[in-house]
């Protein structure tokens, strides 16, 4: 407010004293610039405010750079609105579709000094959050939303993880939206799910116990026959040694003279004979001893090789059942032209830190006229309908009108029929021109940056992401669960917030899908 007087006190005196030449015309213009370009960065702030009636489970928040304020919504609209202060300039918050995937009450940064970062709510690992941090009327952080202490305290305990975050460059809002392609459940569907995942988990469970067993047969088989080759082996040498002094004693009798040379040789050739038969039925009775053994080695192992697959099978589907209890989260990019599935586990991420999500879905999808814009639209499932689900979408990149966007994708009908049939409230399904960011992996849900607004804050951070590991799980949450990835730390997005879109590093699984989809 002082810089703001001053100014307005300076302007005022210039203009009651007109100074010639061409320097005094500049420092007028220049001061009289300076008064609204500081004005308009102590623009006034939107108020916190709450809406007027009972407020259910946040569904989504929606962070308008624009307007620095952010709003949450539950299934009938906006509960809280509060101001907030995002990233300054180079530094920007990125823009683009996040989820809640870390909540700290008492968080210090590893990255600032130990600053505090109060009811910390992480959206993506490399350190973007939403937490409570001073105001000062503008954009001012380092790319995390600040929000009002005592507001950010009054929300940690309302959100979950896996919440959706919007981050929008201008002000927007959910409507109302019907269309063909969004996922309508069914009832007799969904209420036959809780019977199911308890009979696929007990049979994932029998599965997992005979696999265990079978192998444990197979290790025993294996370790029997382990020794086979080295006994065979001295008997074949027992054997051959035989041989040789039986032909060394058959040389000795041919070649005698005397016949006491003679009778010598055929006494040692009566010992040798004896000796050699004696080694080829040790040698012979070995070897049919150890093909048993050897037939066992191979039957056991191959009942061990079907018993896993079975197992394989049914964690598989023990899994899906299980996520079918969860809302699920799909993902279509146009500029990887692939649909890809999450939901959240809520397993801990064995490494520490997050939840871990299901990412055991990745197809490829037709957009018609890929070359043309789609837009980023958000469809979120808000509530149960007497026909289904009531949906909403949220466009924060403009191209095609949302209905349109839907219009132009054609999805394999067996991904719809395996996750559509139950689909539950706060599922959702975003189309973007973008891919998803190469911050995402098995502990986020998807996280993708609009690559046509500055994001200072997001790509001048070092990924954050676990090191490279094979998630494996007997439970049906593990490695058979989310596909088995290795997930590699990758290099920060590109330093011009403003590069083509197809020069961004995106998420690429390490390795193929190992769990087959239909």
Known sequence: MKDLMTTAQSTTAMRRWRPPGLVALATVAALTALAPANAAKQARQPAEAVAPREAGEPVMAIVSIKGQQVTFYDADGWILRAPVSTGTTGRETPAGVF????????????????AWMPNMQRITWNGIALHGGPLPGYAASHGCVRMPFGFAEGLFDKTNIGMRVIIS??????????????????????????????????????????????????AAAAKE???????????????????????????????????????????????????A?????????????AQPKRDAVAATKEAAKVAAARKTE??????????????????????????????????????????????????????????QPLGTHIFTAMAKTDSGLRWSVVTIESGDDAKDALDRITIPQEVWDRIGPTALPRSSIV???????????????????????????????????????EMASDDGWGGNGFGGFFFQPREPQPVNPRRQRGQYQYYQPQQPMQRSFW
């Open 277 to 289: 038969a004696d080694a080829a039925s040790a040698l012979d009775a070995a070897k049919a001893a």
């Open 314 to 371: 049914a964690v598989t589907a023990a899994t899906d059942a299980k996520l079918a209890l969860e809302p699920v989260s799909v993902y279509i990019s146009r500029a990887t032209q692939k649909l890809y599935v999450r939901r959240n586990t809520h397993k801990p991420a064995p490494d520490g830190g997050g939840e871990v999500f299901d990412t055991s879905i990745e197809v490829p999808v037709t957009i018609r006229n890929p070359d």
């Open 169 to 218: 460059p201008n002000d927007t809002a959910p409507i109302e939206i019907a269309h063909p392609s969004l996922f309508v459940p069914k009832r007799e569907a969904i209420a036959a799910v809780p019977g199911r995942a308890d009979k696929l988990s007990a049979e994932a469970e029998q599965a997992t116990q005979a696999a265990a067993e079978a192998k444990k047969a197979a």
């Open 99 to 114: 989820a809640i995937v870390e909540k700290d009450k008492d968080h210090r940064s590893t990255m600032y000094d130990d």
């Open 431 to 469: 189309i973007s021109d973008e891919p998803l960011s190469a911050e995402t992996n098995y502990r986020t849900e998807f996280v993708a940056v609009l690559s046509n607004h500055p994001q200072g804050g997001f790509i001048t951070r070092k990924p954050t992401a676990p090191p490279p590991m």
């Open 225 to 275: 026959a382990v020794s086979l080759p080295a006994s065979l082996r001295k008997l074949e040498q027992q054997k051959a040694k035989a041989d040789a002094e039986l032909a060394f004693a058959d040389k000795k009798l041919a070649n005698a003279k005397t016949d006491q040379a003679r009778a010598q040789a055929e006494e040692l050739k009566q010992k040798v004979a004896t000796k």
